[in-house]
């Protein structure tokens, strides 16, 4: 069954990452980040981010890999059942310190880093 309710790590431009408690809901998802969503799987958890955040010129926000999120974006546990759920104390403490330092782009820098995929079927 779904929580009602999640504690995710919300991470915005410019800021320090804090822990906020949300509704469990798609529409609450996209509030967040201000748009449609994409959810990106990490190692343990999941990045959920505005996935037109580049093409709609939102702030760049954090690296992660070889890659920059734009806008706001937030991590949320992963139940493994596809649903998503609150992060442990200990994924709380590692993704503050993962992405507490606010990061700072040249001109043009986020916009570089969007790619598009394709793939033959």
């Known amino acids: 069954m779904k929580d ?4 995710v790590l919300q991470v915005e431009p410019g800021k320090v990452p804090e822990p906020v ?7 609450a998802m996209q509030q967040m980040v201000g748009g ?5 799987c990490l190692a343990d958890a999941c990045l959920i981010c505005n996935e037109e955040g580049k093409l709609i010129g939102l702030d760049g926000n ?8 734009a806008g706001t ?7 493994g059942d596809g649903d998503l759920c609150s992060l442990t104390q200990e994924q709380l403490e590692h993704f503050s310190q ?19 995929s394709f793939y033959s079927m």
């Open 21 to 27: 408690t949300m509704s469990n809901t798609l529409e």
């Open 4 to 7: 009602p309710e999640i504690t």
């Open 73 to 79: 974006f937030f991590i949320a546990g992963d139940t």
């Open 62 to 69: 954090r690296r992660v890999g070889d890659d920059i999120i």
């Open 98 to 116: 993962r992405f507490a330092q606010p990061e700072t782009f040249q001109p043009g820098e986020v916009e570089d880093a969007l790619r598009f």
């Open 36 to 40: 449609y969503i994409e959810i990106v």
